[in-house]
């Protein structure tokens, strides 16, 4: 298989391989992408972190966390951007990928053609944080602010807790 220069090559970093193989064809059938290599863990990250311009990583691996794959990837090749690709969306997880240098999250519930947007965007360089964990992050920090309201107005009347 010879690579375009011109095309956005990428690396999929997952330990399930049947979504490997469904995003190397999809995205292998794209005009201006060529999947350069396949990753199952973090230590194959590092081997496999040349020369790609986006990977598109799991948070989820058998030897570490997509974080940690993240921080491989930038190690090894500075301009490459990193999609977190994941059904993790707690803030402890998404923190600790937005500091190891990821420049996008996609959920695995997404449709392909979003997780092939977020590659075309952050190659071009533009930050991707899909809807999905915006709003799965919003609904967790209202229900905390609730909760927190909840115990601040308890025992006061109404028009107490009103003001």
């Not at 005009?31 to 081997?47: E, L, Q």
């Not at 491989?72 to 990193?82: D, G, K, M, N, Q």
């Not at 092939?116 to 602010?145: E, K, L, P, Y």
């Amino acid at each position: 298989m010879s690579v375009n220069p011109k095309r956005i090559r990428v690396l999929l970093v997952d330990d399930r391989q049947l979504l490997t193989d469904a995003l190397a064809h999809v995205l292998g059938d794209e005009p201006d992408i060529d999947v350069v290599g396949v990753a199952c863990s973090v230590g194959a990250t590092k081997r496999l972190a040349r020369r790609v311009d986006v990977a598109l990583v799991d948070y989820r691996l058998p030897d570490g966390t997509g974080a940690d794959a993240a921080r491989a990837i930038r190690a090894r090749h500075p301009a490459a951007r990193v999609v977190m690709l994941t059904e993790v969306s707690d803030d402890v997880a998404i923190r600790a990928s937005i500091r190891a240098g990821t420049d996008a999250f996609v959920t695995e519930h997404d449709p392909f053609r979003d997780v092939v947007s977020a590659v075309r965007s952050v190659h071009a360089g533009t930050a991707v944080a899909r809807r999905t964990i915006a709003s799965d992050r919003g609904a967790r920090s209202h229900r905390r602010m609730r909760a927190r309201d909840d115990v601040a107005t308890d025992g006061l009347t109404p028009r107490e807790a009103e003001v």
